[in-house]
């Protein structure tokens, strides 16, 4: 076992004070997610992994490390913890380049023949030179997140670095990081309330609930609600609501691909663009096609 | 021209002496969490609120050879602070400081603190993300701050009068050259030193008002 998370935090909520109260253990090289509302205590968790925030008490142990030892007064302090946290406004250096940026990460000038790799590599080749303001949203998120790996991090910490991108650039960077975590099978915590990012990205879900673990599990167990007795059943956001005589033509985002469904007035009420919906149907004979290779 | 040199020379050393004690006091300030960093606070603008007379009669009596210090500084070190250049170095910097603490601080506290946890992330230390991170963003703060405290220290009167006095080539600075020259009725010389330091203080505030007319502001 990895990662060993046992904390007591007392969080100020609008609700009043409540308690992140976790006991929980990561495996090496997993990509978990917790997901849950704003407020739940998600981004609180990642702050206190980075050492970035203190509970009242508890105990992490990365690796054999201890990090945090509150019977033992032991709290490492965040540049001896090395973790690669990317969070969820853009936080480059706006007076140094994107090659600035990446060398400033280096610990050491040996690591930084990595830096060209890694721009061909996230397809930034040709922005070395531009300072920060001069590129896009998910430019910069990308090189965020190269700046984090850069530095050989034992954890990689996710706080919802994608929730300010338009909808293109979210489903792209979703790739690259699936991507980058194949490629370096770094530890990975996302935290997201995005269902269908969580559900894309992490192997295991952790369900967070005014501070407390509801539900944990893999991202089927966790989310097919018993509820619903579909045979398929997907999570996607709305992108468009369209007006078709009586019936309502919705284009959802599911996983990387958008499809068209219809939906009754009923259906759509109190959904709006950016809803997140469960698609299910009941399949009696469902057509099944030799995917392109 | 002797008295201009001189203010010049003690407005450029009180500006390097302030800007080298003025950034690690900021920084405290600013980011400190003290429960007693208010009195400090309080210190450092005493001199804004104070008439200059009040501080310059305290340093007196504090380095007066006749008293624990300035005995103590004479007799082991052989520093003399009253009526001398150092004594002047002294009283303008206390006197300067809430010119340069106070931008300084207010450029560190408007900073992004997300700026700075990233730079703590990537293992550097505090001292390393202010040198590195911090200082090259809040360049408008600083070049405020220096520019003050320069501009303050060639407008000082009181505070330098009462502990420098009045030696030429010593502790004559163009201020007290110019009261010297009116009481002496010589309206010629005393119009001079004033037209010359009207012009060049113009003239560094108004380059410091373009620069910072050009500075971007980056967040």
């Given at each position: 076992?990895?990662?060993?998370?046992?904390?007591?935090?007392?969080?100020?909520?609008?609700l009043g004070k409540e308690w992140l109260d976790l006991d929980l253990n990561i495996a090496k090289g997993e990509f978990v997610?917790?997901?849950?509302?704003?407020?739940?205590?998600?981004?609180?968790?990642l702050r206190i992994l980075a050492g970035l925030d203190q509970p009242q008490e508890g105990y992490i142990e990365v690796d054999g490390e201890i990090w945090f030892d509150s019977l033992h007064t032991i709290d490492r302090p965040t540049q001896q913890r090395k973790t690669g946290f990317i969070f969820q406004e853009n936080n480059l250096f706006p007076h140094m380049t994107v090659r600035e940026n990446l060398e400033y990460a280096c610990g050491d000038k040996k690591d930084r023949h990595h830096i060209e790799e890694w721009i061909a590599v996230m397809g930034l080749k040709g922005l070395?030179?531009?300072?920060?303001?001069?590129?896009?949203?998910?430019?910069?998120?990308?090189?965020?997140?190269?700046?984090?790996?850069?530095?050989?991090?034992?954890?990689?910490?996710?706080?919802?670095?994608?929730?300010?991108?338009?909808?293109?650039?979210?489903?792209?960077?979703?790739?690259?990081?699936?991507?980058?975590?194949?490629?370096t099978k770094i530890t990975t915590i996302l935290v997201s309330h995005d269902l269908s990012e969580v559900f894309k990205l992490s192997k295991k879900i952790f369900v967070l609930d005014h501070g407390k673990i509801i539900r944990?599990?893999?991202?089927?167990?966790?989310?097919?609600?018993?509820?619903?007795?579909?045979?398929?059943?997907?999570?996607?956001?709305?992108?468009?609501?369209?007006?078709?005589?009586?019936?309502?033509?919705?284009?959802?985002?599911?996983?990387?691909?958008?499809?068209?469904?219809?939906?009754?007035?009923?259906?759509?009420?109190?959904?709006?663009?950016?809803?997140?919906?469960?698609?299910?149907?009941?399949?009696?004979?469902?057509?099944?096609?030799?995917?392109?290779? | 021209?002797?008295?201009?040199?001189?203010?010049?020379?003690?407005?450029?050393?009180?500006?390097?002496?302030?800007?080298?004690?003025?950034?690690?006091?900021?920084?405290?300030?600013?980011?400190?969490?003290?429960?007693?960093?208010?009195?400090?606070?309080?210190?450092?603008?005493?001199?804004?609120?104070?008439?200059?007379?009040?501080?310059?009669?305290?340093?007196?009596?504090?380095?007066?050879?006749?008293?624990?210090?300035?005995?103590?500084?004479?007799?082991?070190?052989?520093?003399?602070?009253?009526?001398?250049?150092?004594?002047?170095?002294?009283?303008?910097?206390?006197?300067?400081?809430?010119?340069?603490?106070?931008?300084?601080?207010?450029?560190?506290?408007s900073f992004p603190l997300a700026l700075m946890e990233a730079s703590y992330c990537l293992g550097k230390s505090p001292w390393e993300t202010l040198r590195r991170v911090i200082l090259p963003n809040i360049k408008p703060a600083l070049l405020t701050g220096i520019v003050m405290a320069f501009a303050h220290t060639i407008g000082e009167f009181g505070v330098v009068?009462?502990?420098?006095?009045?030696?030429?080539?010593?502790?004559?600075?163009?201020?007290?050259?110019?009261?010297?020259?009116?009481?002496?009725?010589?309206?010629?010389?005393?119009?001079?030193y004033a037209l010359i330091l009207v012009l060049i203080s113009f003239s560094i505030l108004l380059i410091f008002y373009y620069l910072n007319r050009k500075s971007v502001k980056i967040f």
């Open positions: 076992m990895m990662i060993k998370i046992q904390l007591k935090k007392e969080m100020h909520t609008p997610a917790f997901f849950g509302e704003s407020g739940a205590g998600k981004t609180t968790l070395e030179d531009q300072r920060p303001d001069k590129i896009s949203g998910g430019q910069k998120q990308r090189v965020v997140l190269i700046r984090a790996l850069i530095n050989q991090p034992k954890i990689l910490l996710l706080d919802e670095p994608l929730s300010n991108l338009d909808i293109r650039s979210r489903l792209n960077l979703q790739d690259e990081i699936i991507k980058v975590y194949q490629k944990s599990g893999s991202p089927l167990d966790v989310f097919v609600n018993n509820d619903l007795s579909g045979k398929f059943k997907f999570s996607g956001e709305i992108m468009e609501i369209q007006k078709d005589g009586v019936l309502n033509i919705l284009t959802l985002s599911i996983g990387n691909n958008l499809t068209k469904v219809v939906a009754t007035d009923e259906e759509i009420e109190g959904l709006s663009i950016g809803s997140k919906v469960i698609v299910s149907a009941k399949a009696f004979n469902p057509l099944i096609l030799k995917a392109n290779p | 021209m002797q008295p201009l040199i001189l203010t010049f020379q003690l407005a450029l050393t009180v500006t390097v002496i302030l800007f080298i004690i003025g950034v690690p006091l900021a920084y405290w300030i600013a980011f400190s969490k003290n429960r007693f960093k208010y009195i400090v606070e309080t210190l450092v603008s005493m001199p804004l609120v104070l008439p200059p007379t009040v501080i310059g009669f305290y340093l007196l009596i504090v380095f007066s050879p006749q008293y624990f210090l300035g005995h103590f500084l004479q007799s082991f070190f052989g520093i003399r602070v009253v009526f001398s250049f150092t004594g002047l170095v002294i009283g303008s910097v206390i006197f300067s400081l809430p010119f340069m603490v106070n931008p300084i601080k207010a450029g560190l506290q009068l009462m502990i420098g006095g009045n030696i030429p080539g010593e502790t004559r600075l163009a201020s007290i050259a110019i009261y010297n020259e009116v009481e002496a009725l010589n309206y010629d010389t005393a119009g001079l």
